[in-house]
């Protein structure tokens, strides 16, 4: 019985469509290239879940609880995604890309993002305090009141903001 209690949920090549995860939360386990589509996630609790290789569609994940979340290739399209702390997720092997997105108010402290692509995405009042950017891809982000701080690491020549942005800044 206490095997069966704590082994995790494994679930490959599924496709959820309209979930409420608000209403029925989201069983904790690994997901594993995993298509949710126009999924309710606000507010939710997806802390200690595992997604590998998974799409988000016109999802909703506003303010859901990321602590210790695990978000390897993840692909997030036309969702919104306000208020989120990227910097609970499990660091190892973090990897996502966003086209067509809201992460306004999201918080991204001390979050390595090397290698990641943002497309179409807004950043209103996000964090990105300590956030390593390297070779990231940023095209037409609209950026209002960010935090775009960073440290150099000792030992090392260049700025971990290296980035090639074509930013369109939205004003007014």
Known sequence: MF????MEQLI????????????????????????????????ADLSDV????????????SNAKLAKTIFRDIKFRDCKMLGLSFENCNPFGF?????????NHSSFYQTKLKKTTFRNTSFHEADFTDCDLSNSVLITVIWLWQNLKYQ?????????????????????
């Open 50 to 61: 595992k997604f590998f290789e998974c799409e988000f569609v016109s999802c909703n994940l």
């Open 152 to 172: 150099p690491r000792k030992k090392q020549t260049s700025a971990l903001l290296s980035i090639t942005p074509l930013i369109r800044i939205k004003t007014g």
């Open 12 to 43: 490959r090549q599924k496709t959820f469509d309209k979930n409420n995860f608000t209403q029925k939360p989201l069983a904790k386990g690994e997901y594993e290239f995993c298509v949710f589509n126009n999924c309710d996630f606000s507010g």
């Open 95 to 103: 990897s996502i890309q966003a086209d067509n997105c809201s992460l």
């Open 3 to 6: 095997i069966e209690q704590h």
